[in-house]
């Protein structure tokens, strides 16, 4: 079952195979196919999520640009997580390193502004 996941390249995974005893022994050679197709068939039913390091970053902006930076980190495919209304709008949104680095490298060429920023915390994000 585990040369299975690594064979796969697959993580932060459980498999459990609960095997009843029938009377017929099946050998080494019988556990190792009906523990293997247990979980490749375990597998074939599953939905696999890509996760990689990312981080969660407040941005504040001005009540006019809340739309425009909604749809600029929806085409950079970054989940916004929160949103909360202040003197200024802080967006919450999750996004990798290289997304944060060309929103900052662009920031001044957008056409909305930015207030501000700050990371809130590392985590691992769905991609």
């Not at 299975?4 to 029938?22: M, P, S, W």
């Not at 196919?33 to 001005?62: D, M, W």
């Amino acid at each position: 079952m585990l040369n299975i996941l690594t064979t796969q390249n697959l993580a932060n995974i459980l498999i459990i195979v609960t095997r009843y005893f029938g009377g017929i022994l099946l050998g080494t050679g019988g556990l190792v196919k009906a523990y293997s197709s247990a979980t490749l068939e375990a597998l074939s039913c599953t939905n696999r999520v890509e996760k990689a390091l990312g981080k969660e970053v407040k941005i504040r902006v001005n009540y006019a640009d809340l739309e425009k930076l909604k749809y600029y980190l929806k085409q950079k495919n970054c989940k916004i997580v929160n949103v909360q209304y202040d003197e200024n709008v802080s967006l919450v949104a999750e996004m990798t390193e290289d997304k944060l680095n060309e929103i900052l490298e662009q920031k001044e060429n957008l056409n909305f502004g930015i207030v501000g920023w700050e990371i809130v915390r590392e985590k691992f994000i769905c991609v």
